[in-house]
């Protein structure tokens, strides 16, 4: 029983030093490793190298930051129960199976603590896993944070439908999450002399796009700007190569931090 009581002040000591500083959405977003929205699929306990108890949580991701796209994240939360000891700390998140969460991640631990976790109920992420803090932010609506994904495809789905019916045939798509004057590239191998159409949607967060087509020498070829939730832009490459396509991000609406873009690429 002294062993547990030991456990139980060391543990309570870190908890606050952690708390002395509160993390901004910002801070959490740019400095986790991952970002990941999913559902608890089983947690298990352990001893930790260092003497304490640990809870293995693992998560079925449903959408991720920072371009993580394993199905499956585990990490590590300190307190649990291993035998007939168990371990309790103050701000520590406790999680379910079952539970629809969002965590940030520094490694396989959570980023700033247990300020790190959000359940999401009706689609608001909110600290209700035992890790309420003195002062909080109100809920977060988890596109306002993640971006809403839908709004962008179903935007993508149609321009696509639409140069089905034109004639194009599909040669690609991909899906971002992009923050306020931030910029993703990607880059695609295409054939001179064919001509390629490049759908581009985002949701209603983006204050503005701008798409920018590159080639290896990184001379710019051409672009397309939009301040609505979709654009067109048809190229037609001098040679065959690879070349990228660069997305910027003008800025955000209020209290949203990050925007879905997806792109689609058609050819004839």
Same mark, same amino acid.
């Given at each position: 029983m002294s062993l547990g009581l030991l456990i139980l002040s060391i543990a309570g000591s870190a908890q606050a030093a952690e708390y002395a500083y509160e993390l901004s959405m910002p801070e959490m977003l740019d400095g986790a490793e991952q970002v990941v929205n999913g559902r608890v699929g089983n947690t298990t306990t352990e001893w930790g190298d260092d003497g304490l108890i640990y809870t293995? *949580? /693992? #998560? %079925?991701? $449903? %959408? /991720? #930051? @920072? @371009?993580s796209n394993a199905p499956e994240v585990t990490f590590r939360v300190p +307190? +649990? /129960?291993v035998g007939d000891l168990s371990l309790t700390i103050p701000g520590a998140p406790v999680f379910s199976v079952g539970q629809d969460v969002v965590v940030f991640l520094d490694g396989d631990r959570l980023r700033g603590f247990g300020q790190g976790a959000f359940l999401v109920k009706d689609g608001l992420a909110q600290r209700d896993l035992g890790n309420e803090l003195e002062i909080d932010a109100p809920s977060i609506p988890l596109k306002n944070l993640m971006g809403d994904a839908e709004a962008a495809q179903s935007c993508l789905r149609d321009q696509t439908v639409a140069a089905y019916e034109q004639g194009w045939s599909l040669r690609g798509s991909?899906? /971002?999450r992009i923050g306020a004057n931030d910029a993703e590239g990607f880059t695609v191998t295409m054939m001179e002399g064919i001509e390629y159409r490049v759908s581009l949607c985002s949701d209603q967060h983006s204050q503005g796009l701008? &798409? *920018? *087509? &590159? $080639?290896e020498y990184e001379r710019d070829l051409a672009g397309v700007e939009t301040s609505g939730s979709g654009a067109e832009l048809r190229f037609t490459p001098p040679h065959t190569g690879n070349y990228t396509f660069a997305i910027y991000n003008d800025g955000l609406t209020v209290d949203t931090w990050r925007t879905s873009v997806g792109f689609a690429i058609t050819y004839r």
């Open positions: 293995v *949580v /693992t #998560l %079925q991701a $449903d %959408q /991720t #930051l @920072h @371009h +307190g +649990g /129960t991909a899906m /971002t701008e &798409f *920018v *087509v &590159f $080639d």
